[in-house]
């Protein structure tokens, strides 16, 4: 369904896997958790002209916040005509309220496509967007503090022993 989400995102993940498996191994837990975080310093790279964006928008709000507060206290009775004038001097001030957003929206999907993918790593499926049965395996057997990745709290004790891991550890 969000197929446009999930495929950018395992891709720059592979990227990212790839490069780090090189270095720790293609199972390394380690590998794994350089991959996210790097996917994480990637979205931020491409977002980084938006959020210079916010910030400055925001800071621009901060300096007619004296004016917005005198047209609450002016219009305090007429909504309209308090929206009406509000708009008014962010246009003048160049600001646009939903400006400061975008960031935040461009990211959500983003970590919800991210939190898909790595759910969809289960033992004995053969892909997972861009990762082959290799690359699925890969997460399977890899662990982080003896933590296996492709387990959850979830499973059970008799099923986390079948992984080769434990409750506690998964905690």
Not at 37 to 62: D, E, W
Request: net charge positive; hydrophobic share 45%; aromatic share 16%.
């Amino acid at each position: 369904m969000l197929n446009f989400i999930y495929y950018p995102v395992s891709f720059v993940l592979w990227v990212w896997h790839k490069a780090f498996g090189y270095l720790f191994g293609e199972a390394s837990g380690i590998t794994w958790a350089l991959a996210v975080l790097f996917l994480v310093f990637t979205l931020r790279a491409i977002l980084y002209k938006p959020f210079v964006y916010q910030v400055r928008s925001m800071r621009k709000m901060q300096e007619f916040q004296p004016e917005i507060a005198k047209l609450r206290k002016k219009y305090a009775n007429d909504r309209q005509k308090q929206t009406e004038e509000m708009q008014r001097l962010q246009r003048e001030h160049g600001v646009n309220p939903l400006g400061g957003c975008l960031p935040i929206l461009v990211q959500v999907p983003v970590f919800i496509g991210l939190f898909h993918v790595l759910r969809e790593f289960k033992p004995g499926k053969t892909e997972n967007y861009f990762f082959d049965a290799a690359g699925n395996a890969s997460f399977i057997d890899a662990s982080f503090f003896g933590a296996k990745l492709g387990a959850w709290v979830t499973m059970g004790q008799d099923e986390l022993v079948r992984l080769g891991t434990s409750m506690t550890q998964m905690i």
